[in-house]
């Protein structure tokens, strides 16, 4: 039974043989060796990892961390890497309590702020942790700058004593014409100067911040200049404002009109003005258009030479006109005004106007002692004269009227005579002969002058204006 149960068989190839004891302490001592050696192996190779490791946290440690003892506008920033450093020194100053003329307020509230970031790769540069030179040095005075609109707006709530509001300039039409109410200045606390009181309380103790403001003036936001260069251009428009027909301004608007349309409106914001025009108004306008623009044309008269050469106008031509649809005339104009463009062109079409030359000229005939207007060849007016006598007879030929005098004297030391008041006068030579009127004698169809050809102050007057210069004379 013994034996059995000891030598049972076991499934496998080959004999089942005991192992002795010998050889179990041979292979386990074996196996001990192998296996204990390469184990502290490994051991040595970590510590020398581990090591190197240090070696390089130690190097960059010292390259990259700023030098101890280091403050930026009073936050200590030694032992710590740029971007960290940035921002500790952004947060304190954030946080920094203040004492503005007694009053506590902190960073925050008034928008303090330096280019932290710079400052800290500066520091770093300049005091690297490897420069036991650098440790310790004196602080490092960071520009501080306060948010304008919010350091204000803080101060001011705060303060209220030390604001004064400034005025704007204004615009106002007043008697036909826009007038500048100037701008005043008002009282503020010059926040540049206590930028610059923190920024040296800062470098001394950041937790220990008092400073004192000063005051400046405290500009509009609309200037009087700009409320000049307003009123100006305001002016402008109403010189020129109106609807056009070309560069006719065909209906203008009356300034006081003009300025009802207009409104003129203040933008602090943007320290300036913006116009803008009422389209109902300018509408009102635009619907009285067709009886101011609408008309027929009138044909032009020229007085004019036998050359053709126009001597005068004696009436102006005149274009027809036919306003087209006035729909979003209104709107238009109102954008326009907005603009500052006050000449509306309106949609128009003309007719052309027809010319007419009236060729003049005066015959005198000393045989019948008559003179007479032509017109065109046609006679269309005629009546006696007196010419020169037959010792200062009227010289005969082609002449031409070379002056108009409404009235003067005529004298002659020659023949000693000094005529005063005679009117209508009109030269047509050079020797002093004239076509004038006579109030000295009625004996008309008879020679009575000195070479003058008199007539009728009537009828002085008549040739005078029928007549204009350059008029061709033919006596004979």
């Not at 006081?256 to 389209?279: E, N, R, Y």
């Not at 104009?333 to 500052?340: I, N, V, Y």
Request: glycine share 10%; net charge negative; hydrophobic share 40%.
């Amino acid at each position: 039974m013994t034996d059995q149960l000891t030598h049972d068989p076991v499934v496998g190839d080959g004999p089942n043989e005991p192992e002795s004891a010998v050889a179990v302490r041979v292979r386990l001592a074996e196996t001990l060796e192998a296996t204990s050696t390469p184990k502290r192996k490994r051991r040595f190779l970590w510590l020398w990892i581990a090591g190197g490791v240090l070696v390089l946290l130690l190097g960059a440690a010292l390259t990259l961390l700023i030098a101890p003892g280091t403050t930026v506008a009073g936050v200590p920033v030694g032992g710590l890497p740029p971007s960290i450093a940035a921002n500790v020194v952004s947060q304190r100053l954030s946080d920094a309590s203040i004492s503005v003329n007694g009053t506590r307020m902190t960073g925050s509230e008034l928008g303090v702020s330096v280019d932290a970031g710079a400052l800290t790769n500066k520091a770093l540069a300049d005091r690297p942790l490897w420069n036991l030179g650098a440790w310790f040095g004196a602080p490092i005075e960071a520009p501080v700058t306060l948010e304008a609109g919010k350091a204000d707006k803080a101060l001011q709530q705060a303060l209220p004593s030390l604001y004064t509001k400034p005025t704007d300039a204004s615009v106002r039409f007043v008697n036909g014409t826009y007038v500048v109410k100037p701008a005043a200045p008002g009282i503020r606390v010059n926040t540049a100067a206590l930028a610059q009181s923190l920024q040296r309380a800062f470098s001394r103790d950041i937790d220990h911040v008092a400073v004192q403001t000063t005051k400046t003036d405290a500009l509009p936001p609309i200037s009087t200049g700009t409320a000049e260069a307003t009123a100006k251009k305001l002016g402008g428009m109403l010189d020129t404002i109106g609807f056009y027909v070309g560069t006719e301004r065909t209906v203008p608007v009356a300034p006081d009109v003009a300025a009802s349309w207009l409104t003129v409106t203040s933008h602090d914001s943007t320290g300036s003005f913006s116009i803008t025009a009422d389209q109902k108004k300018i509408q009102t306008a635009v619907d009285a258009l067709p009886g101011q623009v609408n008309r027929q044309p009138a044909n032009a008269q020229n007085i004019v030479n036998s050359a053709g050469e126009v001597l005068r106008v004696e009436t102006a031509g005149q274009t027809g006109r036919t306003l087209g649809s006035t729909g979003g005339v209104a709107a238009a104009f109102a954008t326009q005004l907005s603009d500052g463009n006050a000449e509306y062109s309106l949609p128009v079409t003309e007719t052309p106007f027809q010319t007419t030359n009236l060729q003049r000229s005066i015959d005198v005939n000393l045989s019948t002692q008559t003179l007479s207007m032509i017109q065109n060849g046609v006679v269309v007016g005629s009546w006696a004269i007196s010419s020169g006598l037959p010792g200062t007879p009227t010289p005969t030929g082609h002449f031409t009227v070379r002056d108009h005098i409404r009235v003067q004297t005529m004298s002659s030391t020659q023949y000693g005579y000094v005529v005063p008041n005679v009117q209508w006068v009109m030269y047509f030579d050079y020797n002093g002969d004239a076509f004038h009127g006579v109030y000295w004698h009625d004996n008309f169809g008879h020679p009575m002058s000195h070479g003058c050809v008199g007539m009728p102050i009537s009828l002085a007057q008549q040739l005078y204006d029928w007549t204009p210069d350059g008029t061709q004379v033919y006596v004979h």
